[in-house]
């Protein structure tokens, strides 16, 4: 894991691991193994991500609130277009 930290900070300073536990890489990580010579090659496939998105997203709830209409009737700004969600 190291080397490959080092790997990414200095050819792709932009990218990251996105797994960054072991035991992911030994159980569920998909990999090719190949023989060239009398060299064992084993390519694991490596989740990345960019550093950007790895700050967590806010998530807001939406709540309606009822506003009063000229001719009295209750109205929710927010709704599917459907006259029977405005009352």
């Known amino acids: 894991m190291t ?6 900070e200095s050819n792709h300073p932009q990218l990251t691991l996105l797994r960054r536990d072991i035991q992911y890489y030994y159980s569920q990580a998909s ?3 190949f023989r060239s010579h009398n060299t064992l090659v084993i ?5 990345l ?26 109205l929710n700004p927010v709704s599917n277009g459907s006259y029977d969600d405005c009352l």
Do not use: G, M
Not at 3 to 8: A, E, I, K, M, T
Not at 43 to 47: G, L, M, N, T
């Open 49 to 74: 991500t960019a550093k950007v998105l790895l700050p967590p997203l806010h998530v807001y709830q939406v709540e309606k609130v009822p506003l009063l209409s000229p001719d009295h009737h209750t």
């Open 43 to 47: 390519i694991i496939d490596a989740p």
């Open 31 to 33: 990999f090719s193994v």
């Open 3 to 8: 080397y490959f930290d080092r790997y990414l």
